[in-house]
Nanobody, 123 residues
Framework: QMQFVESGGGLVQTGGSLTISCTAS????????VGWFRQAPRRAREFVGC???????HFLDSAEDRFTISRDNSKNTVWLQMSGLKPEDTAVYYC?????????????????WGQGTQVTVSS
């Protein structure tokens, strides 16, 4: 089965940092963009950021100065490094692949969604 496996979520205090990862299972990440999304209870899925195969990134405005995305194709893994976390960052975080290597905010363009990892920021 082709999907991502996310890990590294947890509970962190406001202002803290957390790095979550997603590893592709059953397929290679090469030449695909990878997007990070999040979904809080009773809210729609929200684009967080993405990274193209060449390493360029694009972020949600509120994450621009606090989040970083990196990738290592040899490890088939992408990381979302978050700092300055706020309670409003609390959500289940998902990653997915965009097979045309484009950063887009539209979740419908992405495939191979993982099960997500919970990030909780306490106030």
């Amino acid at each position: 089965q082709m999907q991502f496996v996310e890990s590294g979520g947890g509970l962190v205090q406001t202002g803290g940092s957390l790095t979550i990862s997603c590893t592709a299972s059953g397929f290679r990440l090469d030449y695909q963009a990878v997007g990070w999304f999040r979904q809080a209870p009773r809210r729609a899925r929200e684009f967080v950021g993405c990274i193209v195969n060449g390493g360029g990134t694009h972020f949600l405005d509120s994450a621009e100065d606090r989040f970083t995305i990196s990738r290592d194709n040899s490890k088939n893994t992408v990381w979302l490094q978050m700092s300055g976390l706020k309670p409003e960052d609390t959500a289940v975080y998902y990653c997915a692949a965009e097979p045309r290597d484009r950063c887009t905010v539209h979740h419908q363009a992405y495939d191979f969604w993982g099960q997500g990892t919970q990030v909780t920021v306490s106030s």
